[in-house]
């Protein structure tokens, strides 16, 4: 989140880029992603692809952190998939996501293109600058986070977009709770409380069972899925659990 206020400082106040769906810029691109690859549990290229995370092309903050790869990992995330450790890996690249609606990119619809992907833009407001944060602010809204390892692939981590649906999950790994860094610097860890996050698998969060998945269901009312919301940039006091 560092490098991300330096990136401003240096970029007329705007925040880097977010894109989804494994975008990857060409050399011609004018979007400059704050980082780039879809990771899973095969034995793609972009789950070790280092490129992603530190050539410039790909990731526009390597150069504020000295391009340190570990920056982009949780050290609690060790998780491979058997083809992956038959392969000798060691670890994936990444574990952290970045919150879609912070940075132009190409979810939603007041710049990038879009909307695309699991949107609910009646709720949610896409930020370009800080100044675009008004609801719930700078300090309440979230910009980096550590992503389930099954939820884990692009770059882009899209919060609820319905009272019982978590397209993109956070992690359970810190004896169920996870890290969150926020527009205005801060970083905390976040205890979940509610049966979907706190459930073991099949159905839950509370594990990691080595099978890519998205769209995690929750009962109406889900306090994880209103929190979740709540911190993400939106247009009014209004979250999609309201």
């Not at 801060?186 to 205890?191: N, V």
């Amino acid at each position: 989140m560092l490098a991300n206020h330096m990136y401003q400082n240096d970029n007329l106040d705007k925040f880097p880029g977010a894109y989804h769906g494994g975008f990857q810029p060409t050399p011609t691109s004018r979007e400059r992603p704050w980082v780039t690859g879809w990771l899973d549990w095969s034995t793609s290229s972009d789950n070790t692809n280092l490129n992603f995370l530190l050539d410039p092309r790909y990731a526009v903050l390597a150069q504020y952190f000295g391009n340190a790869k570990n920056v982009y990992k949780c050290p609690a995330d060790k998780y491979l998939s058997k083809p992956q450790r038959a392969k000798g890996w060691v670890e994936r690249v990444r574990s952290v996501s970045g919150d879609i609606y912070v940075g132009e990119g190409n979810a939603w619809t007041t710049l990038g293109g879009g909307p695309s992907g699991p949107n609910n833009l009646t709720i949610y407001r896409g930020a370009t600058k800080s100044s675009d944060l008004a609801f719930p602010g700078p300090s309440g809204t979230w910009v980096y986070v550590d992503e389930h390892p099954d939820s884990m692939n692009d770059a882009g981590c899209f919060p609820p977009n319905t009272p019982t649906n978590i397209p993109d999950a956070p992690a359970t790994s810190h004896n169920g709770a996870c890290g969150f860094a926020f527009a205005d610097g801060h970083s905390e860890i976040h205890k979940w409380i509610g049966s979907t996050m706190k459930k073991s698998r099949p159905g839950g969060l509370n594990g990691v069972n080595f099978q890519a998945q998205n769209n995690f269901s929750c009962a109406k009312g889900d306090p994880d899925l209103r929190w979740y919301s709540f911190h993400s940039p939106r247009k009014s006091d209004k979250t999609v659990a309201d």
